[in-house]
């Protein structure tokens, strides 16, 4: 069982779920939590990931990532290493790694902006499972700096109907709608 006051524990209570889905999903991701001493232990059917969707203030435009994986352009993100326990210092760590941002930061605040439970098919030994993703809201300043961590990993700075044309994935599309809500203000 996790500690309600760790990072993760705080981040989950806060959470206020938008929708059936959110609900649901959110309700999946508390018990995980509840009853599991190590909800990121990647060897679980579900497991806890934190992610983010990178943003340019001044611009309002959302950076995306191909995920060869996925076959799909989503946000960045991904598994805790050994000794993490905090989804946001996760979603930091792998948005650096991912874009070459080195000036990433919580925003507009370090709450939950979406939490959603997503399949992810199997690759290699790997079997299928699912992630139960922590979404955050990242800005940059200097989005010019960015560079992709791989050729088979490029990196698109798009408007947020640009992003929703490149993916159509429901879950993808609902955390687009709350990060379009923050940069329009």
């Known amino acids: 069982m996790v500690d309600p006051q760790s990072p993760l524990g705080s981040l989950l209570s806060r959470h206020r779920p938008h929708g059936a889905r959110e609900e649901a999903d959110l309700a999946r991701v508390r018990e995980l939590v509840e009853t599991s001493a190590e909800p990121w232990d990647r060897s679980t059917p579900l497991h806890v990931t934190g992610s983010a969707f990178v943003v340019h ?4 435009r959302v950076l ?4 060869e994986r996925q076959q799909a ?4 993100g991904g598994h ?28 507009p605040s370090a709450d939950l902006v979406h939490v959603a439970v997503v399949p992810v098919p199997a690759k290699g030994d790997e079997p299928a ?3 139960a993703d922590l979404r955050f809201v990242l800005a940059t300043g200097a989005p010019t700096a960015v560079r992709a961590e791989r050729p088979s990993a490029p990196l698109r700075w798009l408007d947020v109907s640009e992003a929703r044309q490149a993916n159509g994935l429901p879950n993808v599309l609902e955390t687009l709608t709350r990060v379009e809500r923050l940069v329009t203000g």
């Open 57 to 60: 203030p001044d611009s309002g």
């Open 64 to 67: 995306l990532r191909w995920h």
């Open 73 to 76: 352009w989503l946000h960045v």
């Open 80 to 107: 805790f290493d050994p000794g993490e326990t905090d989804p946001l210092e996760v979603a930091l760590r792998e948005g650096r790694e991912e874009t070459g941002l080195t000036d990433l930061g919580p925003w």
């Open 129 to 131: 499972h699912e992630h």
